[in-house]
């Protein structure tokens, strides 16, 4: 199947560019520390929230179908791969058959290794699969059972060997770094193993024990101790080390790829350009205004079917000083950090002049970088403090 007369040639149009997230927010089990709007469900219940879904997508495509052409699609979660395959292969052809989609835009799924079979991959690249985001975590079975993962690093190996026999290069795989129980040598071998299998694409998040986890409860409650900040910036610092000398690029503080491996969809967010999230609890950015939906699945389908209306939680056009914050958070995560000429264009300001003591200041103390092209970019060190970095730099 394939759903190529639905494509556009980006040669073909001047529309904007537009990215689309699609939040499945089901799973075959909830991991100990997934602080996600995600939930174990019947049949009944992912039928009906995927046909509400589909209601959404072609809700939304009457306001941004005339303006926008599709470069990037990412079906997440959850675990979209606990969905029967026909599912992701309706609600691609709904996207594609409501929205302008161009030929070249990269389309990834994100899956549990125990959770696809060769008929489901099959399926899934015949439906306009691109590229795969592979939750692995870790290769230790001890640090994935503490985290709740039902998942072996066999069904890892065999779902790359899959996607592989398939022709599809395009895989990244994220990891878990901190976790309970974790040691330094775990994070070596997992990162030293991917490196191995040729995986182009790691993501490696430092962990957040969130609010409403069971990790939270359990953290609390003593049962489990997390590294501490000395333990866990050696192991980002270990990640980083062996990944550049193995040929790649830190492009973003946790995501690191081969060359044309980065992840083209990843960059729209921090570059702050235009995406569209559709699903329980997606979040969405369109020209200066950020809105998202009701994180209530009940309230989610009820909306959908008897008012056929988007069910928004809330919106709210960024202001000024707004997005002048966000620019700076979010540029200085990437490798690409904050162009400064950029800034002033937009804003018609000189942040360097207006920030001269605190820059000099971080660039002394080797916090920051000013490149030649006129660039603030993080350091290692920066990377480490990055959240208190960029308050000193948007605070008056």
């Given at each position: 199947m394939s759903f190529s007369e639905f494509t556009l040639d980006e040669n073909d149009s001047k529309k904007k560019?537009?990215?689309?997230?699609?939040?499945?927010?089901?799973?075959?089990?909830?991991?100990?520390?997934?602080?996600?709007?995600?939930?174990?469900?019947?049949?009944?219940?992912?039928?009906?929230?995927?046909?509400?879904?589909?209601?959404?997508?072609?809700?939304?495509?009457?306001?941004?179908?005339?303006?926008?052409?599709?470069?990037?699609?990412?079906?997440?979660g959850g675990t979209p791969s606990c969905l029967d395959n026909y599912y992701i292969r309706d609600l691609l052809s709904c996207i594609y058959k409501n929205f302008a989609v161009k030929n070249s835009a990269e389309i990834t799924l994100e899956i549990n290794p125990n959770s696809v079979d060769q008929t489901k991959i099959r399926e899934y690249i015949m439906s306009g699969i691109n590229r795969f985001s592979i939750g692995l975590q870790s290769i230790s079975a001890k640090v994935l059972k503490s985290m709740g993962r039902t998942h072996s690093l066999t069904d890892y190996k065999k779902t790359v060997d899959i996607i592989r026999e398939f022709g599809v290069k395009n895989i990244s795989t994220d990891i878990i770094i901190g976790y309970p129980n974790q040691k330094l040598i775990d994070v070596k071998e997992t990162i030293n193993y991917l490196i191995k299998l040729g995986i182009p694409h790691i993501s490696a998040y430092m962990l957040q024990v969130e609010k409403g986890t069971k990790l939270k409860k359990l953290v609390d409650n003593g049962s489990l101790g997390v590294p501490d900040d000395d333990t866990?910036?050696?192991?980002?610092?270990?990640?980083?080390?062996?990944?550049?000398?193995?040929?790649?690029?830190?492009?973003?503080?946790?995501?690191?790829?081969?060359?044309?491996?980065?992840s083209y969809h990843n960059k729209?967010?921090?570059?702050?350009?235009?995406?569209?999230?559709?699903?329980?609890?997606?979040?969405?950015?369109?020209?200066?205004?950020?809105?998202?939906?009701?994180?209530?699945?009940?309230?989610?389908?009820?909306?959908?079917?008897?008012?056929?209306?988007?069910?928004?939680?809330?919106?709210?056009?960024?202001?000024?000083?707004?997005?002048?914050?966000?620019?700076?958070?979010?540029?200085?995560?990437?490798?690409?950090?904050?162009?400064?000429?950029?800034?002033?264009?937009?804003?018609?300001?000189?942040?360097?002049?207006?920030?001269?003591?605190?820059?000099?200041?971080?660039?002394?103390?080797?916090?920051?970088?000013?490149?030649?092209?006129?660039?603030?970019?993080?350091?290692?060190?920066?990377?480490?403090?990055?959240?208190?970095?960029?308050?000193?730099?948007?605070?008056?």
């Open positions: 560019s537009l990215s689309i997230y699609v939040h499945i927010p089901f799973c075959n089990s909830k991991c100990d520390y997934c602080s996600f709007v995600s939930m174990v469900a019947s049949p009944e219940e992912k039928h009906r929230y995927v046909t509400n879904l589909m209601n959404e997508i072609k809700l939304q495509s009457k306001n941004y179908r005339e303006f926008y052409s599709v470069s990037s699609i990412y079906i997440g866990v910036v050696k192991m980002y610092d270990t990640v980083v080390d062996i990944l550049t000398k193995n040929g790649y690029k830190r492009y973003e503080i946790s995501n690191f790829a081969k060359p044309t491996y980065e729209v967010y921090w570059k702050r350009k235009d995406y569209l999230g559709v699903g329980l609890a997606a979040h969405s950015y369109i020209d200066g205004t950020r809105f998202a939906n009701t994180e209530n699945l009940t309230e989610y389908n009820e909306k959908l079917e008897k008012s056929f209306t988007i069910p928004t939680k809330y919106s709210k056009t960024l202001t000024t000083e707004e997005k002048k914050e966000e620019a700076v958070m979010l540029s200085l995560r990437t490798c690409d950090g904050l162009d400064l000429d950029a800034y002033k264009n937009e804003f018609g300001e000189n942040f360097l002049a207006k920030k001269k003591d605190k820059i000099a200041e971080l660039i002394k103390n080797k916090f920051l970088i000013l490149t030649k092209e006129n660039k603030l970019v993080c350091t290692n060190s920066g990377y480490l403090v990055l959240n208190k970095l960029v308050l000193e730099l948007v605070t008056n």
